[in-house]
């Protein structure tokens, strides 16, 4: 059984930061991509970055640039997503995802407003 287990959302004011976790089972973690999405209230999901099976960065979206990093660690399987300098339009519910076997996690949501 597969499962992808999103940790580390919560509510922080602008300026803050927060690390989400993503723990996987189920699946052969040294040979997936990992990815983070994210679903704005009312708006379309999308890609917030990607990590390659080695470590490399695959995608990072423009807007994040600087402020969001990707990382994982194989061992423990588990890949980051560490957000600083939060801004409100980064409110969204944020979903780990693999690749190319597509699965996906429950999502944890990231609350930022003063």
């Known amino acids: 059984q597969v499962q992808l287990v999103e940790s580390g959302g919560g509510l922080v004011q602008p300026g803050g930061s927060l690390r989400l976790s993503c723990v996987a089972s189920?699946?052969?973690?040294?040979?997936?991509?990992m990815n983070w999405y994210r679903r704005a209230p009312g708006k379309e999901r999308e890609l917030v970055a990607s990590?390659?099976?080695?470590?490399?960065?695959?995608y990072l979206l423009y807007s994040v640039k600087g402020r969001f990093t990707i990382s994982r660690h194989n061992a423990e399987r588990t890949v980051y997503l560490s957000m600083n300098n939060l801004k409100p339009e980064d409110t969204a519910v944020y979903y780990c995802?693999?690749?190319?076997?597509?699965?996906w996690g429950q999502g944890t949501p990231v609350t930022v407003s003063s």
């Open positions: 189920g699946i052969v973690f040294i040979v997936t991509t």
């Open positions: 990590i390659t099976p080695d470590g490399e960065l695959n």
């Open positions: 995802n693999s690749a190319p076997w597509d699965y």
